[in-house]
């Protein structure tokens, strides 16, 4: 079983919004920090949010006020909420459970007109 699938990429046009989701299968989901990082072609995966297990958020500059990481520990997912997005968010976005630590297989966002 695949420790973290994410879903809900997919091509927007800039100003549009899109939620991923991370389902989680593995152990330890509740008590671990998560995260979700993005990877654009020529560049290093960044980190875009983090979310610990008490719920405390942290973001990357470039998506503040835009980007909102939230969990549901009940049932084991993860919520990337992006509004307002921008051609610059177009990449790969991987959600990440520190306590493993796992890696999901990807889903691509693509922001263009």
């Known amino acids: 079983q695949v420790p973290l699938v994410e879903s809900g990429g997919g091509l927007v046009q800039p100003g549009e919004s899109l939620r991923l989701s991370c389902a989680a299968s593995g152990y330890f989901f509740s008590i671990s920090a998560m995260n979700w990082y993005r990877q654009a072609p020529g560049k290093q995966r960044e980190l875009v949010a983090a979310?610990?297990?008490?719920?405390?958020?942290n973001y990357a500059d470039s998506v503040k006020g835009r980007f909102t990481i939230s969990r549901d520990n009940a049932k084991k997912m993860v919520h990337l909420q992006m509004n307002m997005l921008k051609p610059e968010d177009t990449a790969v976005y991987f959600c990440h459970q520190v306590s493993g630590p796992y890696w999901g297989q990807g889903t691509q966002v693509t922001v263009s007109s």
């Open positions: 979310i610990t297990s008490g719920g405390s958020t």
